[in-house]
């Protein structure tokens, strides 16, 4: 079947084309694609940050409605549910999601391998297909959402799936001190999902616009930490000790740094965002040592966080709704990425 899509054919270049879609095949799912929103991948492909080759058609935070459904499918799905696509496509059978570690599953790590040699072949479209009318994928990638939620908000389950992973390795106890360093889409996900956790919630940002809107989400403080020590300022709102969890939302060294500093003892660092180039992180052992700090990280996520960020969404207990900048049709796609790489925006959506 045709399809339209954006194709991203060379850097900061975009055209809409038409693109054969094919059946789904066993386990596979056809879905028509109602939203997809830009996240910080697709900006990175467009201006050429990463270079995955072109053409592509890209975007993995998508919304839509099951259209028709391949043979063998066992996910509860029907024809017409609403749905947001990017769980894991992890077996459910190796050491690690046995382990519940959906996210290390080593044969999707292999299949990711495979893919990408694949993908050297010239003149075959890479991508994961968000931009895209129609998509074909694998059945245990979706999740249904609500029908009364509009497919803009609904394409945000992904993003907020990432954020209910972090949340759950976190486990933050009612009462305990949340720091959130970066203000952006992510870290304000990461601040809205602490506040449901029961934390006292502050944000770290310099821009002060990004500061307010943190404040008018109903976080309890927002501190800049371009003016003096931010781990003396988090101390400050803190009864004079450190947060019990710090979420680095922005991959830079004066963050990570930060964040280190503002630990208080058994606190927990969680490294969100990547960063590039990633600077490695001055550590004194005997600090970690004798205040029996954790450090972690985490990306993408399990299906159980995915499950939920979905029940978040579908249900009204979090409303991602602000975190959307401007929603522009799949015509104006090259609008969008300009957009969207321009900085400074929180999520910019398109809609098919
Ligand atoms: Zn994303
Ligand atoms: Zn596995």
Redesign the pocket.
Known sequence: MKSKAAVIVGPRKVEIREITIPEPGPGQVLIRQKACAICTLEQRIYTNVVSFGYPGVWGHEVSGVVEAIGPGVVAPLSVGDHVARGGSS?????Y??AMGF?VA????AERLRNQSKMDDNPGSLKGIFGMSEYAVVDSHNLVKVSPAVPFEEACLVEPLACVTQSANKLDVELGQTVVIIGAGTMGLLNALVAKLRGAFVIVSEPDPRRRAKALELGVHAAIDPSQGDAAEQVKKLNDGRGADAVIVAIGNEKANADALKMLGPQGKMMLFASAHPGVPIPLDPNVVHRSGIWITGSTSKNFKDFFQASLLISRGILNVRPLIEKVLPLDRVGEALELASSGGTYRIVVTM
Request: hydrophobic content about 15%; proline content about 0%.
């Open positions: 992890a077996c459910g059978q190796c690690y999601c959906d599953c080593v044969r999707e």
